[in-house]
């Protein structure tokens, strides 16, 4: 089940500033989720498991990052080869994204920091991030209190 299109505001700028919990509840309420940070990497990766939506190679043109010199979050799917090979506008850059999982090493890692309880997994970057951390591998994680006009997000089905 691929991912939904994420929240826009009448401007069509990506929904941000929202805790987890606020994000989880929208998506509830329209009989979608928060995709799990699996289903997101794969969204945006695709079947050839490349290393940005668009390919392997960093294209400042082709997302709202550091490079970019932007500064502000853009409206939703502005940059034409910023889309993955499901075709799902902004996986990377632009905004990071909750996912509907906690943070946590990967199977067999360990953290080489503290994780702080219940802190949430958001993948994707945002337009404040550089290009190793607007990857479709990239992730980082945040209080789920936390609100941020950095972090948004997107339902899954």
Known sequence: SHSA??????DQAPVTRVTWDEADAYCLARGKRLPSEAEWEFAARGADGRLYPWGETFDAAAVNCRESGTGHPEPVGIRPLNRSPFDVADMSGNVWQWSANDYQPYPGGTAAFTIPPGA??????????DRLHVTAVTRNLELPSKRSPAIGFRCAK
């Open 5 to 10: 299109g994420m929240p826009t505001g009448e």
């Open 120 to 129: 949430k997994a958001i993948r994707g970057g945002s337009y404040q991030s």
